[in-house]
């Protein structure tokens, strides 16, 4: 489709899309009906599996003796890596490092090494726990610093993104300084853990329902350990009780376990390990560990950066390419670097793989340009937010719009958004306010910060940039949608039907969306990467489209008139001087033999990427924000208070205000829990010690900000034709919670007179506030 077919800012704005309608599940969720996988009536037969797992961070497996397992009352069946009918790997990008049962050598704590399968998942579970496995310990690192010690490989390549030539301007410039940051790692914490069903068919056939981000990538993985073709396997999505990319790979394991199982029992299985199991097994947020240095001048313009960015990815690759490789694309946060050296550390360490989370990378490249920034405020002695509007991207011909990966930044509205906010939130009356109390108060200090949002839209891998949509007219008006996009909470659903509803003129209500399942639309993406409401909008848009052209068509050969004045308006269409309800039309169309069903299909244009080179569109377009917030800290415990934050965000013309507004909520609190309670721990044995409530804790109701003023930029619209010229919202507002941590370090650095940058790391845990002040206290 040419650019303008799909300029959908041109339909009328009068109907359900750009409203803020109800999630389609909200009741649902709010009274406990909504169904889930562990909801839906259990199949005749059903058996349930559970999980043997590795007691060793890194050793050989020397035997194994599972007799015990397999005496145990209730069990069927106990199988392993050798049991496996095809390939014994579940890799999401065909690197074969992943195996799905352990065979040989174990690489991580709680690595699933045997499955047990029994007529009850206590007995299941009880059985497992029997297994006398003989191990020959080896050498193993669960952190950066042990994987740097032990010259640890890397899991994938590297990869540098450079323009300038920013070693040699470290020399002219008037200051430069060397730093360091660590940015911790991050729980998923959905509240539905993973769980996979599978139901064995006729043949070769199974069908599976998963809680996962991406069905087409289980139907694959499903497919290659049975040994079977993908039309064989059928997976089902309704619904997953979170997600934030804890599912885009890491479900893989727990369907195909249950399908290999389900196939050879000739009976359904399901999978859905206990909460601890989960977070011991499964990959979580990249820590970080960045090396900088920086040049800059007497104002604090930046000269030029060179970081280094390593991450802990766990065992195996599994997304930790495509996630480093996003940390440096937001290496420069919404900052203009003249000369830049960037490069990517991607290290093995004996951990479960960590993966997709919300951001994808992106947050920790943005956290450590807001440290740089920091870092220039604090030696130069000015106000960070100063520092911030000196070094922003500026508008087109001003010569500062090239980004690290050479793609032009031609949307810049940063500097609008910071300084309507800034104005907003009376924020230099308020800063000056806090100084003032800083200096007066003995025990209490406060912070402020205000920082900036600006991130890339469009999966880095351009093949993923694409989408499908079946849509259904029946011959009473009502409309069936299916598409490519999986809902867990962040109302894909709702909004993608909005299109819809808009498109027909038709109340949402005719409008049903089904479950989004591999046999209506095929080779679907992941949903992830904020990009579902932008490919399934357009693909559902652009299959109404191909109905109403039929329809048009139809209705001006049948009543010989010029299309032009045929009309859709609100459930009936205008043809010529008369007007038909919608369902007499869509009637007449089907006694016709109008074809009333279409398949639509959308891929993002414009962009491409060289990996190899650094250079490349990888982004349709950028979404920007900012969060302004004031924290108080206890100097002599550590403990702090988040007194308020305002946010503007920019989520163009937004689709369904009500759930964009919850969105960047949601993203904004998680994104505090982020950056300052949530702490992942392993010993010294590589036993993950934070694997349940009890242990990590994430911001509950009383943690959010005391004064909490979240507004959409309304005056934005998206300069490329989106769905109705809207802007995701799904990843974006989580950095905007960057500024808890700035304000956080305002706070500390008044101990010292705002002399010293404090350098607090991330997670700033009271106990980490706590140092930093003592710290403080000594400069």
Avoid at 350 to 359: D, I, K, L, Q, V
């Amino acid at each position: 489709m040419d650019k303008s077919t799909f300029d959908t800012a041109k339909v009328i704005i009068s109907g359900p899309m750009h409203s803020a309608l109800k999630h389609d599940s909200a009741h649902k969720h709010v009274t406990g009906t909504a169904d889930y996988i562990d909801d839906i009536p259990e199949p005749a037969g059903l058996l349930h599996g559970a999980l043997g797992m590795s007691e060793r961070a890194h050793a050989e497996i020397l035997s194994m003796d599972l007799s015990e397992v397999r005496r145990h009352p209730g069990v069927l069946w106990v199988f392993t890596g050798k049991d496996v009918p095809g390939v014994n790997d579940v890799s999401s990008n065909g690197s074969h490092d992943e195996p799905l049962l352990a065979e040989t050598e174990v690489e991580f704590h709680g690595q699933p090494v045997f499955a047990v399968i029994a007529e009850t998942r206590d007995a299941a579970r009880k059985a497992a726990q029997k297994a006398k496995i003989e191990y020959r310990d080896l050498p193993h690192w669960s952190d950066i610093d042990g994987a740097l010690e032990n010259g640890s490989p890397l899991v994938i390549a590297p990869m540098t993104l450079q323009r300038g030539d920013a070693k040699a301007e470290m020399d002219n410039a008037p200051h430069r300084l060397k730093g360091q940051i660590r940015i911790g790692g991050q729980e998923h914490f959905y509240l539905e853990g993973h769980v996979a069903m599978a139901i064995p068919g006729e043949d070769d056939e199974v069908t599976v329902w998963s809680s996962t981000q991406h069905p087409s990538e289980i139907q694959h993985i499903v497919g290659h350990v049975l040994n079977i073709p993908s039309n064989a396997v059928t997976v089902n999505v309704r619904r997953m009780g979170g997600g934030f990319g804890g599912k885009e790979t890491q479900g893989n394991q727990f369907a195909a376990l249950a399908a290999i199982a389900a196939k050879k029992l000739k009976r359904a299985v399901k999978f859905r390990p206990d909460r601890d199991e989960d977070m011991s097994a499964t990959g979580k947020r990249h820590d970080f560990l960045v090396d900088y240095e920086l040049a800059f001048d007497n104002e604090g313009r930046i000269h030029a950066v060179d970081a280094t960015y390593a991450a802990r990815c766990g065992f195996s690759s599994d997304l930790s390419g495509p996630v480093t490789d996003r940390a440096l694309f937001h290496a420069d946060s919404s900052y203009f670097y003249p000369h830049v050296h960037l490069t990517s550390m991607p290290l093995k360490t004996h951990t479960p793989s960590n993966t997709a989370f919300r951001g994808f990378g992106g947050p920790q490249g943005m956290l450590g340009a807001e440290r740089f920034i920091e870092e220039i405020a604090y030696a130069i002695g000015k106000d960070p937010l100063e520092i911030r509007k000196l070094n922003f991207y500026g508008q087109p011909g001003s010569g500062r719009t090239t980004t690290p990966y050479h793609q032009e930044v031609e949307d810049n509205i940063i500097l609008r958004i910071v300084e309507e906010l800034e104005e907003r939130a009376n924020y230099q009356a308020r800063r000056n306010a806090i100084i003032g109390f800083n200096r007066d108060s003995r025990y209490i200090r406060k912070g402020i910060a205000l920082t900036p949002v600006k991130f890339g839209i469009s999966f880095t891998m351009t093949a993923f940039n694409q989408a499908g949509a079946l849509v259904h007219i029946y011959q009473d008006g009502s409309i069936h949608l299916n598409h490519g996009g999986t809902e867990m909470g962040q109302g894909l659903y709702t909004k993608v039907a909005q299109v819809l509803s808009e498109s027909f003129q038709v109340d949402i209500d005719r409008v049903k969306i089904t479950a989004t399942t591999t046999g209506k639309v095929p080779n679907t993406s992941a949903t992830a990467a904020s990009s579902g409401s932008d490919l399934n909008g357009m693909a559902a848009y652009d299959a109404a489209r191909q109905i109403k052209e039929r329809l048009v068509a139809f209705a001006a050969d049948k009543w010989s008139i010029d299309p032009a004045e045929i009309v859709f308006l609100p459930n009936r269409v205008r043809v010529g001087e008369k007007e038909i309800p919608f369902p007499d039309f869509i009637k007449q169309a089907y006694f016709a033999r109008v074809q009333l069903s279409a398949a639509g299909f959308y891929k993002t244009p414009k962009i491409h990427w060289d990996r190899a080179a650094g250079r490349g569109t990888p982004f349709y377009y950028f979404a920007y924000g900012a969060a302004c917030s004031e924290v108080s800290i206890d100097t002599l415990t550590g403990e702090y208070l988040i007194d308020r934050t305002d946010i503007l965000h920019d989520v163009g013309r937004s689709l369904n205000p009500a759930i964009d507004i919850g969105q960047v909520e949601g993203g904004f609190v998680q994104g505090m829990g982020w950056l300052t309670t949530e702490e992942l721990w392993w010993d010294d044995k590589g036993r993950l010690r934070t694997h349940a409530p009890s242990t990590y804790k994430i911001p509950l109701a009383s943690d959010r900000p005391k004064i909490f003023n979240v507004r959409l930029a309304e005056w934005s619209e998206n300069a490329e034709p989106t769905i109705g010229r809207s802007k995701a919202v799904g990843e974006p507002p989580l950095m905007l919670a960057i500024s808890v941590l700035e304000a956080l370090s305002m706070a500390v650095a008044s101990v010292a007179d705002y002399k010293v940058c404090p350098r607090l790391d991330a997670p700033a845990t009271p106990e980490r506030v706590l140092m930093a002040v003592e710290r403080m206290k000594r400069v």
